[in-house]
């Protein structure tokens, strides 16, 4: 199974601030149709998941374009150009590159 | 508008069975394929089975946890997929997702809890 590492697990930021989250997949993400399947989702206090970005750096509709993500291979990066308070939750690197789709452990976003 | 909507949770003894629905709409439920997630309370995501669309074979894979015990399945013609789970264990505690995915996953219901408790 592909394991996925996300750093950190707790972000407390100033609203107005940047905040970037790390994850780390232990084996490539790339398929062999050439497409990365890692995708970012939010969950919200009491609220169910979110997706906010798909293959790597797809921004799903609705999606502030302050949320952007990045990387290759094995390495991604979720980046909130300036935190909101509407951001404060738990956020998810997802892998559905090979079966098992595997998630990261989650990252608690706080608001200072 | 595209909604996922999941029924059918609630509290079973262990060992005794419980079969989730998961009911789409605002969209062509067959052209998609489904999965069902899970999350412990307080715990992170698990994903738990997949099942392609019948133009990709209908094929289905199972998380190694409930593989044996858990059986996916689909209605396109009641715009359901079902979550039939057997042999539940207290460790199957948790709220169930279900998800649709195309190229990706895109949409998610707003879940199910399934509390397994003598």
């Known amino acids: ?112 | 508008e595209v909604q996922l909507v999941e029924s059918g949770g609630g509290l079973v003894q262990p060992g005794r069975s419980l079969t989730l629905s998961c009911t789409g709409s605002g969209f062509t439920f067959g052209d998609y394929a489904l999965s069902w997630f899970r999350q412990a309370p307080g715990q992170g995501l698990e994903w738990v089975t997949f099942i392609r669309s019948k133009t990709h074979g209908g094929t289905t894979e199972y998380a190694a946890s409930v593989k044996g015990r858990f059986s996916i399945s689909r209605d396109d013609s009641k715009n359901i997929a079902y979550l039939q789970m057997n042999s539940l264990k207290t460790e199957d505690t948790a709220v169930y997702y279900c998800g649709r995915s195309g190229d990706y996953f895109d949409y998610w219901g707003q879940g199910t809890l399934v509390t397994v408790s003598s």
């Open chain 1, 1 to 112: 199974d592909i394991v996925m590492t996300q750093t950190p697990l707790s972000s407390p930021v100033t609203p107005g601030q940047p905040a970037s989250i790390s994850c780390r997949s232990s084996q490539s993400l790339v398929r062999s149709d050439g497409n990365t399947y890692l995708s970012w989702l939010q969950q919200r206090p009491g609220q169910p998941p979110r997706p906010l970005i798909y293959k790597v750096s797809n921004r799903f509709s609705g999606v502030p374009d302050r949320f952007s993500g990045s990387g290759a291979g094995t390495d991604f990066t979720l980046k909130i150009s300036r935190v909101e308070t509407e951001d404060v939750g738990v956020y998810y690197c997802m892998q559905a590159t090979q079966s098992p789709i595997t998630f990261g452990q989650g990252t608690r976003l706080e608001i200072k």
